[in-house]
C-alpha cells in the first residue's frame, strides 16, 4: 500500500505538467481553428513529404 | 440548364467559351477572372484544392489596386513590428469558406519570397502573415490573394488580438483546469467513499482528503475565479444577481471541507464543489460559443469602410489611409468606391447606394452639400466630398458599435435560465439556514452536517447547463444543415410561430427575363440589351442582376443624368433619354405606349417609340409547393405579400398552393398586414431575401432570410437559410420545437431531482457519496438529453401551443 505515497503525488505531478502543456497549446493558438489541419495529411504536399522521406531515409 | 463554372460554380452565361487547362484537362470557366485564379493554382501545383474543397470558391472581382499600401504612413496602424526582417499582418479574407480555402492560401502564399510564416484562421476567416518586408512587399501578398479569387481587408493592429479570441482562450483553460481537477477529485472520492463501506484506516483517509483539498484548489480557486469576482462586483454594487449566491455556495463547500480536514472530522465535499464549478463553467462556455458565432455581422461591416482615401493637396491628388484622414479635407471617389468617412458632397450630384447601411435598395440622389454617409457606396464619378466626421465618429463606427454590444448580450432564454439558476441557489440558502435553525432545535451536532449536505445536493447546475447546452446542440444541428441562426431567441419564437408570411420576389420565385423571347423594334438585340444594362448599372434588384448578366460581354454605353423611379429607370444615352421599366413607367414618362397594355413586361424605350420588349418569366423555386403543404399541414396559415403585379401574384400563389395573398404591397402596406397579424394575436415569421425587405423582416416576431453575403449584414434577420434554400425552414421549425420542448422536460426534470433531494438532505439521509453521484447523474442527464436534438426526427408533430417555455422555478 506504500506505494501509493509514491504514485499518487507523482501523477499529480503529471497533471500538473498536462495542464501546462494545455495553456501552452491554447496560448500557441492550436484551438482556434479546428477544421484546417484535419485536411492536411489529405493533401499531396510535396515539400513536407521529401523532407520527412528524407529523414525516415537517414 | 447550363453548364456550371470549374472554379466559382456559377452557370457559365450563353456564349462564353472560355476554359481552364488544369491537371491535363481543360475545364470550362464563366470568366477570365476564374480562368486566371484556376490556371495559376494549378501552376503552383496546388490542384489538389479543387479535390480537398467543399464548398465553391468566390468569383474572383476586378483586381484592385493594393499599391498604395507601399505607403509606411498607410502600413503603420496595419502591420506591427516583430523584429527588423520580420512583420506581421492580420488580413480578413473575404470568401474564406472552408478549410480547402485555409489550405490553398497557406501553400499559396508560403511559395512567395519573404514569407516566413503563414497561418489561417478559417472560422474567423483572418489569415495572419509574418514577412520581410525587404524582399516581399505588402502590395504583393495583397494582390496574390486577389489573384486566388480572395478580397483581402487588412485589419488594424488593435483587431488582432481580438477580446474574443481572449475571451475564448480564459474560458478553455478555466474548463480544462476545472475538468481535470475534477477527475483527480473523484478520484480520491472514490478511494474516500470506498472506505465508508469496507472500513479504511483513518491516517488513509486523511492523507486523501489532503490529496482532494489540494486538486480542488485550482479548481475553486482559479475556474471558479469569474464566479467570485462577478459576486464581489454586485457586492460593492449593493445588488445581488447571478454570481453571489453561487459563490457563497461554492466557497462554504469548499471551506467547510476545508474545517473538516483539518480538524479531521466530519465529511469533505471537494469531489462535489468541483463538479459544480465544472458544470456550471461547461454551461457559460456553451453559451459564450454560440454568442461568438454571431460577430460576422461586424466583419461584414468593418469590410465596408475601405482603408484608403484620394486626398485634395495644394499640389494634386494623393493616397492616404483612412486614419490620416481630418475633418475638412477634400477627397475624391471613383465610380463604384466606398466612401471612406461622413462628408458633405461639393460635386453638384450623384447617385448612392446606402443599401448595406438602410437595406433601402433604390439608389439615392444626392445634391451638393447634401450628407453623404461612410459606407455607402458612389454610384456614378468621380465625386468630391468634403469630409465632416472621421473615425468612431462615423455613423459606420455607431452602427458596428451597436452591433458588438447586440453580439455581447447573452441569449435571452440563457439569461434567464441563470436568473433562474440564482434564483434557485438563494432559494437553497435559504432552505440550508431553515435546515441549521431545525437541527439546532433537535440536535445541534448534526446541523452543520446536514446544512451541507443540502448546499452540496442541490445542484445549480442542471438549471445552469440545460439552455445553454440545449440551444448549443439546437444551434450546431442547424448550421450543419444549412441553416444559420443570428440570434438564438429566434428559435424560441420560431417554435410558437403560426403563421408564415412569405416573399415571393427572390423567395418563392427567382424572377429572370427571357433573353430568347425579347422583341426588337429597332437596331439589334445586343444594342438594346447594353442599353438596358448600362441604365440598371448598379441596382441591386433581382432583375437588373439578370439584365446585367445577360448582357454580359457586350459594350456598355455610358449613362448620364440618370434617374430612378419605383418601377424603372432612366437615362441620357448618347444624347436621347431612354426608358427602361413596366409598361406602366414608361407610358408616364415617354408618351408612346398605351398605359392600358397588361403585358407585365420590361419595356425599352425614347421619345421615338419602343426600343425592345423584354418578356420575363418566372422560376418557382423547386422547393416552394412542397414546403407550403408541409407547413399548411401542420395548421400553419401561409399568406404571400408581394410588390408586385396582381397576375404574376396570383399566378405564383396558386402553384405553390396559397390561397391568401396580397399584391402591389408597398413596404408600408406589407408592415401594416404584419401588424393586422399581430393584433389577431398571431405569432408571424416573415421569409424574405434579406435586402428588399429589411424593414418588413424588422416588423416580424422572427425573420427568416434567404439569401448570401449581403443579407448577413442585415441584423434584422434572426435566421438565415444560406446553402439549404427554403427547406431550411421545415428543418429550422422543426428543431426549434424539439428544442423548447428539450428544454422544458430538462428544466422539469431539475425541479423533480432538486425537490426530492432536498428534503432527504436536510433530514441527514443522503452521506456525500449520494449526493456526488446525484449531482453528476443530474447534469448528465441534461446534456444527454440536449444532444438527443436532432436525433428523433419521428416526434415531428408536437402540438405547437405545448411549447412555450415557462419558468416553473419562478413560481416555486
Known amino acids: 500500500m506504500n506505494i501509493i505515497l509514491l504514485l499518487i503525488p507523482l501523477s499529480i505531478v503529471l497533471l500538473g505538467l498536462g495542464i501546462a502543456a494545455f495553456f501552452w497549446a491554447v496560448d500557441d493558438a492550436q484551438f482556434d481553428d479546428l477544421d484546417t489541419p484535419a485536411l492536411m495529411p489529405l493533401a499531396e504536399d510535396d515539400g513536407a513529404c521529401a523532407t520527412m522521406r528524407e529523414s525516415s531515409a537517414e | 440548364m447550363n453548364p456550371t463554372c470549374f472554379h466559382c460554380s456559377e452557370n457559365i452565361p450563353d456564349g462564353t467559351h472560355l476554359a481552364a487547362r488544369v491537371g491535363a484537362h481543360d475545364h470550362p470557366v464563366c470568366c477570365v477572372g476564374c480562368r486566371a485564379a484556376a490556371e495559376w493554382i494549378e501552376g503552383l501545383g496546388l490542384a489538389s484544392y479543387y479535390r480537398l474543397r467543399s464548398e465553391s470558391a468566390q468569383t474572383p472581382v476586378a483586381q484592385p489596386d493594393y499599391s498604395a499600401w507601399d505607403r509606411p504612413e498607410l502600413q503603420r496602424p496595419h502591420v506591427r513590428e516583430i523584429s527588423d526582417d520580420r512583420r506581421e499582418v492580420v488580413i480578413l479574407v473575404e470568401g474564406l469558406r472552408c478549410a480547402a480555402c485555409s489550405w490553398l492560401i497557406e501553400r499559396a502564399l508560403g511559395t512567395l519570397p519573404g514569407v516566413h510564416e503563414v497561418s489561417v484562421n478559417a472560422p474567423a476567416r483572418r489569415v495572419r502573415l509574418l514577412f520581410d518586408p525587404v524582399s516581399a512587399r505588402l502590395p504583393e501578398l495583397l494582390q496574390a490573394l486577389a489573384k486566388l479569387g480572395y478580397v483581402a481587408h487588412p485589419l488594424t493592429a488593435d483587431a488582432v488580438e481580438t477580446l474574443r479570441q481572449q475571451e475564448s482562450r480564459k474560458a478553455m483553460k478555466r474548463l480544462a483546469v476545472a475538468g481535470l481537477g475534477t477527475m483527480q477529485a473523484m478520484m480520491y472520492g472514490v478511494a474516500i467513499y470506498a472506505g465508508v463501506f469496507n472500513g479504511i484506516d483513518d491516517s488513509v483517509r486523511d492523507f486523501f482528503r489532503w490529496l482532494s483539498l489540494l486538486v480542488a484548489a485550482p479548481v475553486v480557486i482559479y475556474s471558479a475565479g469569474p464566479f467570485f469576482s462577478g459576486a464581489l462586483k454586485e457586492w460593492r454594487m449593493r445588488h445581488i444577481s447571478m454570481d453571489t449566491p453561487i459563490a457563497i455556495a461554492i466557497g462554504s463547500i469548499y471551506f467547510a471541507s476545508l474545517i473538516s480536514t483539518l480538524l479531521r472530522q466530519g465529511e469533505v465535499y471537494f469531489d462535489s464543489v468541483s463538479m459544480l464549478v465544472f458544470f456550471l463553467l461547461l454551461g457559460r462556455y456553451f453559451e459564450m460559443r454560440s454568442r461568438h458565432r454571431s460577430s460576422d455581422v461586424v466583419d461584414a461591416l468593418a469590410r465596408l469602410q475601405p482603408p484608403i482615401a484620394d486626398r485634395r493637396t495644394s499640389s494634386g491628388w494623393e493616397t492616404i489611409g483612412v486614419h490620416e484622414l481630418l475633418v475638412g479635407d477634400v477627397v475624391r471617389i471613383a465610380a463604384g468606391a466606398t466612401l471612406p468617412a461622413d462628408g458633405i458632397l461639393i460635386s453638384t450630384h450623384c447617385r448612392t447606394d446606402e443599401s448595406l447601411l438602410s437595406g433601402e435598395s433604390v439608389a439615392r440622389v444626392r445634391k451638393a452639400g447634401d450628407e453623404l454617409i461612410g459606407g455607402s457606396i458612389a454610384l456614378d464619378g468621380p465625386i468630391e466630398i468634403e469630409i465632416r466626421r472621421v473615425g468612431s465618429e462615423t455613423l459606420l463606427a455607431g452602427i458596428v458599435r451597436m452591433i458588438t454590444r447586440a453580439g455581447s448580450t447573452r441569449p435571452r432564454l440563457a439569461s434567464t435560465a441563470d436568473t433562474q439558476a440564482s434564483r434557485f441557489v438563494l432559494r437553497v440558502l435559504i432552505a440550508m439556514v431553515l435546515t441549521v435553525v431545525a437541527w439546532l432545535w433537535f440536535d445541534p451536532s448534526r446541523a452543520l452536517s446536514s446544512a451541507l449536505a443540502v448546499l452540496v445536493v442541490s445542484c445549480p447546475c442542471a438549471f445552469a447547463l440545460a439552455a445553454p447546452a440545449t440551444l448549443t446542440r439546437a444551434v450546431a444541428v442547424l448550421a450543419r444543415r444549412g441553416v444559420l441562426v443570428v440570434e438564438a431567441d429566434a428559435l424560441e419564437v420560431l417554435a410558437r410561430a403560426d403563421c408564415f408570411v412569405f416573399d415571393k420576389t427572390g423567395t418563392l420565385t427567382h424572377p429572370d427575363i427571357d433573353v430568347a423571347a425579347i422583341t426588337v423594334h429597332r437596331g439589334t438585340c445586343n444594342d438594346a440589351l447594353a442599353i438596358a444594362a448600362a441604365l440598371e448599372d448598379g441596382c441591386t434588384h433581382p432583375l437588373a442582376a439578370s439584365v446585367r448578366s445577360a448582357a454580359r460581354g457586350l459594350e456598355i454605353p455610358c449613362v448620364s443624368e440618370r434617374e430612378n423611379a419605383r418601377d424603372g429607370v432612366s437615362g441620357i444615352i448618347g444624347g436621347t433619354r431612354r426608358y427602361l421599366g413596366s409598361v406602366a413607367f414608361v407610358a408616364s414618362r415617354a408618351n408612346v405606349l398605351r398605359r392600358d397594355d397588361a403585358d407585365d413586361a420590361l419595356v425599352l424605350a425614347d421619345m421615338y417609340g419602343e426600343i425592345a420588349r423584354i418578356p420575363l418569366r418566372e422560376k418557382v423555386d423547386a422547393s416552394a409547393t412542397r414546403i407550403v403543404a408541409a407547413l399548411q399541414t401542420q395548421n400553419l396559415q401561409c399568406e404571400l405579400l408581394s410588390g408586385d403585379h396582381p397576375g404574376r401574384v396570383a399566378a405564383a400563389a396558386d402553384t405553390v398552393g396559397i390561397s391568401k395573398w396580397i399584391a402591389t404591397a408597398t413596404p408600408a402596406d406589407k408592415l401594416a398586414r404584419i401588424d393586422a397579424l399581430h393584433a389577431q394575436s398571431r405569432v408571424v415569421a416573415m421569409i424574405g431575401d434579406g435586402v428588399n425587405d429589411a424593414p418588413v423582416l424588422a416588423g416580424a416576431d422572427v425573420a427568416i432570410a434567404v439569401g448570401h ?72 442527464m441534461v446534456v444527454g438529453h440536449s444532444l438527443s436534438i436532432g436525433r428523433k426526427s419521428r416526434r415531428r408533430a408536437m402540438q405547437p401551443d405545448r411549447i412555450i417555455l415557462e419558468t416553473p422555478v419562478a413560481n416555486s
Not at chain 2, 427547406?727 to 425537490?755: C, F, H, P, V
Open chain 2, 709 to 780: 453575403g449581403a443579407a448577413l449584414a442585415h441584423a434584422s434577420s434572426g435566421i438565415l437559410l444560406a446553402d439549404s434554400g427554403l427547406d431550411g425552414i421545415l428543418s429550422a421549425r422543426e428543431i426549434a420545437i424539439q428544442t423548447m420542448l428539450t428544454l422544458k422536460r430538462n428544466l422539469r426534470w431539475a425541479i423533480a431531482y432538486n425537490l426530492s433531494a432536498i428534503p432527504l438532505a436536510s433530514l441527514g439521509w443522503v452521506p456525500p457519496w449520494l449526493a456526488a453521484i446525484g449531482m453528476s447523474a443530474s447534469s448528465l
